[in-house]
């Protein structure tokens, strides 16, 4: 990242055309750059903060009127970053955009990297790391739930969470800490078994978090779902269903798909990657095998399989034969076309799921289908899949803090069981103070900046 002492500027709205575009100034000398190219309509009428004010971009050189804007001034500390910042509106053109950032930089401003404006507001205090990188997650949302889940990050849900966390080890650590520097005064401390049991607790209390990344990087990051069988057990016509349109090509002809055929979708607001594949059998058609061969790796990358068989017709061997190659993976068992009198029985659709969980759809008439959703996130997040409330760890990196965290308080909780001097426990209970301070930013960041803040969009 440049320097802080700079006043940078860049576009914050998506670029491309469009009916507005907003030009973002940021720092000690956004005010003066923005009176040199903006001239308000008023004149020389005092400027209010926080008030949208009409005027002309101008070229600072030539007066050349570039095109009518409305400008808002944001002076620090209560702005976006903590410093002066000033937004400009603009029609949403890419060559004017291109000239406006053009004659900023030429009077002493420079373009923005990637994620510097939130960098600066971390900087200054505005927010807190795990807020910054809830500002990526609400940019990148693709569904409603995955934004409502950042935003209540945005908004220092986990930074909250921890607090009462940090204080109570802050507490033990007085405490330990107080029996060794001032043994001879007699403080009241709690026993060493009690500090024990107070670390145990909070371990607990971390682990039920780490538990929820479980959840939480599938609701950030989506998941993959292979619909797999033998041909014309109809996997494209419960890839349609799913979808909700009419995305793959369905005919009673086995082996109408013959490669990949993947979109896009939502499950309870959880993004997925459908994947249809080719029904997987023995061919001598060079084209099938290869479109087979897809299939099989397919499956080898999904995060949940849909094992498709057909009630209405008999399980054959390459049913069988599927079902022996897929016995170690966890898959779920469809079992399709229920609107058709079934050649199943009860026995033989049991023996085939074996501890699969299965569904019984039709595909044709979408009976069934609503249940297997719920069956997928079931299998997804076991107990959990229905649960909206709490706290959600959706980052890798806060998940590998909070279980360095607990591998510390649980050393340190053994410590005091053994009955080891207070220094021991006292080292863990610092480092796992430090690893929690790690997930908010307030210790053992700065190598963390540049790779957190350089995946962000240039004007955020």
Same mark, same amino acid.
């Given at each position: ?21 907003? $030009? ?14 903006? =001239? ?23 007066? &050349? ?91 220092? +849900?986990?930074? =909250? ?22 043994? &001879? ?32 990087? $599938? ?24 979808? =909700? ?57 999904? %995060? ?5 068989? %057909? ?6 061997? *390459?049913?069988? +034969? ?65 649960? =909206? ?33 207070? &220094? ?26 540049? *790779? ?9």
């Amino acid at each position: 990242m440049g320097r802080l002492e700079d006043t940078i500027c860049a576009l914050s709205t998506a670029p491309g055309r469009a009916g507005i575009a907003v $030009v973002r100034l940021s720092g000690p000398g956004c005010f003066s750059a923005l009176d040199e190219v903006f =001239r308000p309509d008023a004149g020389d009428a005092e400027p209010v903060p926080r008030r949208l004010i009409l005027g002309c971009i101008a070229d600072p050189k030539s007066g &050349e009127v570039l095109d009518q804007a409305l400008v808002t001034r944001f002076p620090a500390p209560n702005s976006y970053t903590g410093e002066d910042v000033a937004e400009i509106s603009l029609h949403g053109s890419p060559v004017l955009v291109s000239a406006l950032l053009e004659r900023l930089c030429s009077i002493g401003a420079r373009l923005a990297e990637p994620g510097e404006f939130t960098m600066r507001a971390f900087l200054h205090g505005r927010m807190d790391l795990t807020q910054a990188e809830a500002v990526h997650d609400v940019i990148c949302s693709t569904t409603l739930y995955q934004a409502q889940v950042a935003a209540r990050q945005r908004a220092g +849900e986990i930074s =909250r969470s921890l607090k009462p966390v940090e204080k109570g080890l802050i507490d033990v650590i007085v405490q330990l800490e107080s029996s060794v520097e001032f043994v &001879e005064d007699d403080l009241p401390l709690e026993s060493r078994a009690r500090l024990g049991e107070k670390l145990k607790g909070t371990a607990e209390e971390l682990g039920v978090w780490m538990d929820s990344f479980r959840r939480g990087r $599938v609701v950030r990051d989506g998941f993959s779902m292979a619909i797999v069988g033998k041909p014309n057990v109809g996997k494209s016509s419960l890839f349609n269903a799913l979808l =909700r349109q009419e995305r793959s090509i369905v005919t009673e002809i086995p082996g109408t798909t013959r490669d990949l055929v993947s979109e896009f979708t939502s499950l309870d607001g959880i993004p997925v990657r459908l994947v249809d594949t080719a029904g997987v059998r023995r061919s001598e058609d060079r084209v099938e095998r290869l479109g087979v061969d897809r299939s099989i790796q397919a499956i080898a990358d999904a %995060d949940a399989i849909l094992f498709v068989a %057909d009630l209405g017709g008999a399980c054959s061997g *390459e049913d069988e +034969e599927l079902r022996v190659r897929m016995v170690d993976l966890q898959c779920i068992v469809v079992l399709n076309k229920r609107d058709l009198p079934s050649r199943w029985s009860e026995e033989q659709k049991a023996a085939f799921a074996g501890a699969w969980p299965r569904v019984e759809v039709s595909a044709k008439t979408g009976e069934g289908i609503e249940r297997l959703r719920s069956e997928i996130l079931r299998h997804l997040f076991g107990d959990s899949a229905g649960a =909206r409330d709490g706290i959600l760890i959706t980052n890798l990196r806060h998940c590998q803090c909070l279980e360095a965290a607990q591998a510390h308080l649980a050393r340190a909780a053994r410590a005091l069981d053994d009955g080891l001097s207070e &220094e021991f426990p006292l080292a863990d209970l610092h480092a796992a103070l430090g690893k929690l301070g790690q997930i908010t930013g307030e210790t053992g960041v700065d190598d963390l900046l540049r *790779e957190i803040f350089s995946r962000f969009c240039i004007g955020k």
